[in-house]
């Protein structure tokens, strides 16, 4: 079954950098188009960056538009979210996810401390 992992969250000050990964299993991830998301308490969950499945085509919410940088490595399966200048607003659960799949890891939560 699709399987993804998530890791590298953590407490970090403002402007501080994190890098969070996401591993992947139970499908073809070179065909697949991914997707950050990130949840605060009481907020839905909100949509951070896409990839697609070659990495040549990123984009970005707006809010985290040159700070964030989505990279993958398909010979390894893995999703990355290279973090910069890091808010207070950043602090949430992230959550990696392939497109065409309704399925989420469990989320890595980053905290950044004002």
């Known amino acids: 079954q699709v399987h993804l992992v998530e890791s590298g969250g953590g407490l970090v000050q403002v402007g501080g950098s994190l890098r969070l990964s996401c591993t992947a299993s139970?499908?073809?991830?070179?065909?697949?188009?991914m997707k950050w998301y990130r949840q605060a308490p009481g907020k839905e969950r909100e949509f951070v960056a896409r990839i697609d499945a070659t990495g040549r085509r990123k984009d970005y919410a707006d809010s985290v538009k040159g700070r964030f940088i989505f990279s993958r490595d398909n010979a390894r399966n893995t999703a990355s979210l290279q973090m910069n200048d890091l808010k207070p607003e950043d602090t949430a659960v992230y959550y990696c996810?392939?497109?065409?799949?309704?399925?989420w890891g469990q989320g890595t939560q980053v905290t950044v401390d004002s």
């Open positions: 139970g499908f073809i991830f070179g065909a697949a188009v």
């Open positions: 996810k392939a497109d065409r799949y309704n399925t």
